[in-house]
């Protein structure tokens, strides 16, 4: 992976922001039940949990499901109905079936374990390139960089102090990435970018402000024109996502006629709910048995 070439002064400087960030590891350590968990099943099912949804938010959520589906094979041969039903609370439920639609794969193609490698990773439903790297890394100890939102916003500010191209964040991570102790290195920067270098970063709590470009030299904050720096989400109150949300929480506990459905959302426009209602069935997580609309998709139903 090319494109970052670094000048002898850059590169002292990227070893001098390794050292310090390994010293701070454990003072930027958070208390998450799933870092440095022993069990890949609950790695990969925290890291697609934690894709769009925050970390408060996952906790409970990711304890449920794993009382529930303690491992690919158990998750699998539940219906997908009562893994929709776990996922209250954590929004964009596409994920739950991707999760489902995983299980199921490692069940076929893996010996029913989360398989190791980041190749066989993304080959999974939902599984894109951070989740990949974040399982390899946290669950099995492979020496890959992880970039998600948090890591791509120290990258941009601390090392580069200007917005990075994808390619560019990537190639920095993995130079900046130590040959021992991957795991905990992604996982500091991870918690560094979480609790310090946020949106409106704490420069002047921040552990690493001496070895950080962006407070030395200053400028215009380059984070949040850079990749893998996700951008502010669009309001939820009465977006679809919410809307849909509710849709599927209504058949949560029984089937509904789509009058029924319609009367329960009485404050939303009748031609939204068709639209929806037909979009949540093309996705899957929605089917229909006797005319009333259920939750699992169509070949759910017919198991
Ligand atoms: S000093 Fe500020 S910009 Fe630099 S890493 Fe810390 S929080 Fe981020």
Redesign the pocket.
């Known amino acids: 992976m090319p494109e970052v070439v670094l000048e002898a002064d850059a590169l002292k400087a990227l070893v001098a922001f390794r050292r310090s960030l390994r010293r701070a590891a454990p003072e930027l350590r958070r208390d998450l039940p799933w870092i440095a968990h022993d069990d890949p099943w609950a790695v990969f099912v925290a890291e697609i949990m934690l894709q769009q949804t925050s970390t408060g938010r996952v906790v409970e959520p990711w304890r449920r499901f794993l009382d529930t589906f303690a491992s690919p094979s158990s998750c699998a041969q539940a219906p997908l109905a009562e893994v929709l039903r776990l996922w209250s609370g954590l929004g964009y439920p596409r994920r739950a079936k991707s999760l489902h639609d995983a299980a199921r794969e490692m069940c076929e193609r893996f010996d029913s374990a989360v398989p190791a490698s980041v190749d066989d990773l993304l080959s999974l439903p939902g599984v894109g390139p951070y989740t990949a790297h974040a399982v390899a890394s946290f669950a099995f100890g492979a020496p890959v960089a992880v970039l998600d939102t948090n890591v791509g916003?120290?990258l941009a500010?601390?090392l580069a102090n200007r917005p990075l191209r994808p390619r560019e964040a990537q190639s920095l991570a993995s130079k900046l990435l130590p040959r021992e102790g991957a795991a905990a290195f992604n996982q500091a920067m991870i918690d560094?970018?979480a609790q310090?270098?946020?949106r409106d970063?704490?420069?002047m709590s921040?552990?690493?402000?001496r070895?950080?470009?962006?407070?030395r030299e200053g400028g215009t904050?380059p984070?949040p024109r850079s990749a893998a720096v996700s951008r502010p989400q669009a309001s939820f109150a009465n977006s679809d996502r919410q809307v849909r949300g509710r849709i599927l929480k209504l058949l949560h506990e029984t089937a509904l006629t789509r009058r029924n459905v319609i009367v329960g959302l009485a404050d939303v426009d009748v031609e939204r709910i068709e639209v929806l209602l037909a979009q949540l069935e093309r996705e899957g997580l929605i089917g229909r048995v006797a005319g009333r609309f259920v939750l699992g998709g169509h070949a759910e139903v017919a198991r």
Not at 206 to 209: A, Q
Not at 211 to 215: K, P, T, Y
């Open positions: 916003r120290v500010r601390a560094l970018g310090f270098c946020t970063p704490r420069c921040c552990p690493l402000r070895a950080c470009r962006f407070q904050d984070a």
